[in-house]
């Protein structure tokens, strides 16, 4: 089945300790997204790729960032998680950008703990 | 600011009944609205959608109404079974989705 993978499911880190966090699709989609999700909060973007385009939510802090070395794979980064940062990090993909139909598929997410 | 809002946090539904969710939205250039459906420890999956041209979609026992003067939009599941409980997102799209925060459907038996 064509699917959008995310590991880990769970990832515990210390503060202050880079991560990362990874997703891979076997659905060939041209996009492909990373939110944030926090208890009881909307899915936040923090950013994403047409192909290789890298496109930055303004809001997205400079501790946040992201690869996409094929079509398949996607990674976040968080260089120096907070406290702030423990949360739900769902991966997304969709075969199309901008307006219309705009159907994203999710990931079961990875669930980052920061001690 | 939100510009998607689920006000109800929560909703519970006798099994057999109607279920009806209810979104607003603030932003009148959105022109595609979405319902996500998400299950504990799995991603949201997607449900149905309406574009702004119309005033109804139906698929199933699913059906999302628009009323884009009211800028409110409502899914309606009838009627209701136990794997309905989930949490439900409503999202609008102009280019990018803008979710809400969802609002967690109990059935109760």
């Known amino acids: 089945d064509a699917m959008v993978i995310q590991n880990p499911r769970y990832q515990v880190t210390q503060f202050g300790k880079p991560v990362t966090l990874s997703c891979s699709q076997t659905?060939?989609?041209?996009?492909m997204y990373w939110y944030q999700q926090k208890s009881s909060q909307a899915p936040k973007l923090l950013f994403h790729y047409y192909d290789k385009d890298f496109n930055n939510e303004a809001d997205t802090p400079d501790n946040f960032q992201s690869r996409r070395p094929n079509t398949s794979f996607c990674f976040l980064d968080i260089r120096s998680p907070g406290l702030g940062d423990a949360a739900m990090y769902l991966c997304a993909t969709s075969g199309r950008q901008g307006r219309g139909n705009n159907e994203q598929f999710f990931g079961p997410g990875t669930r980052l703990t920061v001690l | 600011d939100q510009q998607v809002k689920q006000n109800s946090p929560s909703l519970s539904v006798q099994e057999g009944r109607i279920s009806i969710l209810n979104c607003d939205y603030t932003?009148?250039?959105?022109?595609?609205f979405l319902w996500y459906k998400k299950y504990p420890a799995e991603g949201p999956t997607f449900l149905i959608s309406?574009?702004?041209?119309?005033d109804k979609n139906e698929d199933g026992r699913f059906t999302v109404f628009l009323n884009k003067s009211a800028k409110h939009l409502s899914l309606h599941i009838v009627p209701s079974q136990p794997g309905d409980s989930a949490v439900y997102f409503c999202?609008?799209?102009?280019?990018?989705?803008?979710f809400g925060k969802g609002t967690r459907l109990h059935i109760l038996p």
């Open positions: 659905l060939n989609h041209n996009v």
């Open positions: 932003n009148s250039m959105f022109d595609y």
């Open positions: 999202a609008a799209s102009p280019l990018k989705i803008i």
């Open positions: 309406i574009s702004s041209i119309k």
